[in-house]
């Protein structure tokens, strides 16, 4: 415990509240979750832009280059993904802190991992967004070639294919990427964040 090793918390000069009325907006969590190819870094990317371009504060965390980096000693396993997912959380919550708006692009399959990352973040932080897309269309887009080497036991613990998926039970947003483009689930999301006050 941070306690026991004489860890005192010490309260920043500038608070979360004083950034976000600088920044003119809110900041918050997209938390993209779904499929691999069902399109939450193209997703999140084409937000992120448009919010950009809008001058919102905004940063993207994707799954790939956090394993790159912060995330690199972790693999696929349960204990390391749930690992993966709270270090995500944590680092999520460092930037709302600082006034942003964070769009992250993760399997995160489990739901209780979702979940925490739900509660280390206030009621209206934390947007989980669907991006509901079948598996069939995952796989013929199969952007990275990872379904095709899952398919010939080339990587285990594939998501969809031998490793669950469990799908949101209340998530805030339902994009539905197989059946609307990039252009119509911007607009939708656009659309949440502003009925929500959040923009
Ligand atoms: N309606 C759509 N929404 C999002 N992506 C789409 C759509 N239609 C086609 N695509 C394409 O599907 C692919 C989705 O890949 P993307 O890398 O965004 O998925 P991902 O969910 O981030 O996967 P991973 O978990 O493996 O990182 C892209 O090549 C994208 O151009
Ligand atoms: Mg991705």
Redesign the pocket.
């Known amino acids: 415990m941070a306690s026991d090793r004489n860890i005192v918390w010490h309260d920043a000069s500038v608070s979360k509240e004083e950034q976000q009325e600088r920044n003119g907006h809110k900041s918050f969590v997209l938390w993209f979750t779904?499929?691999?190819?069902?399109?939450?870094?193209?997703?999140a990317n084409a937000l992120t832009r448009k919010l950009f371009e809008n001058d919102k504060k905004v940063y993207v965390l994707d799954?790939?280059n956090i394993r790159h980096g912060l995330n690199k000693d972790l693999g696929f396993n349960d204990d390391d993904r749930k690992e993966n997912i709270r270090r995500i959380g944590e680092v999520a919550k460092l930037f709302v802190d600082a006034g942003h708006v964070v769009s992250t692009?993760f399997?995160s399959p489990f739901r209780e991992d979702r979940d925490t990352v739900r509660e280390l973040l206030g009621e209206s932080e934390f947007l989980e967004v669907y991006?509901k897309c079948n598996l069939d269309t995952c796989e013929q887009?199969d952007?990275?070639g990872?379904y095709k080497k899952a398919r010939k036991g080339e990587i285990p613990n594939f998501t969809g294919i031998d490793s669950p998926y469990e799908e949101p039970e209340n998530p805030e947003i339902v994009v539905e990427?197989d059946s609307?483009?990039?252009e119509e689930?911007v607009e939708q999301l656009l659309r949440e964040l502003k009925k929500r006050d959040l923009i």
């Open positions: 779904g499929l691999s190819g069902s399109g939450k870094s193209t997703l799954g790939d692009a399997i991006v887009r952007p990275k990872l990427s609307q483009n990039v689930s």
